[in-house]
């Protein structure tokens, strides 16, 4: 095990940044839903910056576990990362950080697997992406002294980014009324005119 305060750093730093790119991934994925006019930014773009957010938060994810549990300061075994019971450590948020971890492994998998999946399946799966990021964000509330202090703006701004695409979502979505007039029932067309006979008489 190492100790010092370059494993705190990276430990700390990993994890806020994981945040930010779970919080982001999963409000570029409700604008996707949402449907973005292709005049501003076409969906293809935004489920692509969806898919290497969420690769990139992966990543980050696996150097913040890993320096935790490399780290002496902090009494987390490797299989306490994933287990969300049985920690010396702040064991309620430590709990929490493994069952969030254990939630992105769900939702890497399957996307990974989505073509092998029925379609209904693999969207029920995904949906566990909100969980997964409100037990995150519970998890950096609760974990590290410094969380109390300088980061309380970092989580708060991270559930006002979700909160303002789910009512932009919300608001793109709502059915709009169009005026009345638009609505005029359909007439039938008038007769054409039939042509008459008519009748010359031989004087």
Excluded: K
Excluded at 94 to 110: E, Y
Excluded at 129 to 149: E, K, V
Excluded at 150 to 162: I, M
């Amino acid at each position: 095990m190492i100790d010092g305060p370059f494993l705190w750093y990276l430990n700390r730093g990993s994890g806020a940044v994981t945040l930010v790119l779970f919080t982001t991934t999963l409000v570029l994925g409700v604008l996707s839903l949402g449907g973005l006019p292709a005049r501003r930014l076409p969906r293809f773009v935004l489920q692509s910056l969806h898919r290497n957010a969420a690769a990139l938060a992966f990543a980050l994810l696996g150097v913040h576990i890993v320096s935790a549990v490399a780290d002496e300061f902090v009494d987390i075994r490797w299989w306490q990362a994933f287990v969300p019971y049985g920690s010396a450590y702040e064991p309620l948020w430590t709990g929490l950080g493994a069952l969030a971890a254990d939630l992105v492994v769900v939702i890497a998998v399957t996307s990974a697997l989505r073509r092998h999946l029925a379609d209904r399946t693999w969207r029920l799966l995904h949906q566990l992406a909100w969980p997964m990021w409100a037990i995150s964000l519970s998890h950096a509330l609760g974990m590290g002294t410094d969380a109390r202090d300088a980061w309380w703006w970092l989580t708060f701004a991270c559930a006002g980014a979700v909160g303002a695409a789910l009512v932009w979502r919300a608001a793109h979505l709502a059915p709009r009324h169009r005026p009345l007039s638009r609505f005029r029932p359909a007439t039938r067309p008038d007769p054409e005119p039939q042509p008459t006979t008519e009748l010359t008489v031989l004087r």
